[in-house]
């Protein structure tokens, strides 16, 4: 996961890196400042672009945040059922500045 972070924050011309920025771009208008790139949610907040990635198998949850043209990203990995994608868009907008902190659980609203 560490590898993929790289490649989509660093400013490179390796093949991993022109092939995942390709994946981020916006396909898809989907809802309010919602958008969708190839395997990517693409949120817009104020003058930024937020690109997420969230996967899960049995027993393993991962959440991958980045964003837009900033050398800025984080990766979450959970070994239980415990979703970690909220979590990770609150890091996001707090990274920026753009959300008071919130009580532990409570739902990030991307629509805002």
Do not use: Y
Request: charged content about 20%; proline content about 5%.
């Amino acid at each position: 996961m560490l590898k993929f972070l790289q490649a989509s924050i660093e400013q490179s011309q390796s093949t991993l890196s022109r092939t995942i920025t390709a994946t981020q771009q916006e396909l898809h208008p989907w809802t309010g400042n919602m958008s969708l790139g190839m395997f990517w949610f693409r949120t817009k907040r104020e003058d930024h672009v937020l690109l997420q990635h969230e996967g899960r198998s049995t027993g393993q949850r991962c959440f991958i945040g980045v964003i837009e043209g900033q050398p800025t990203g984080i990766v979450l990995l959970s070994n239980g059922q415990v979703e970690v994608d909220n979590v990770g868009k609150r890091l996001l907008r707090q990274m920026l500045r753009l959300d008071p902190e919130a009580p532990p659980g409570q739902p990030v609203n991307d629509a805002n």
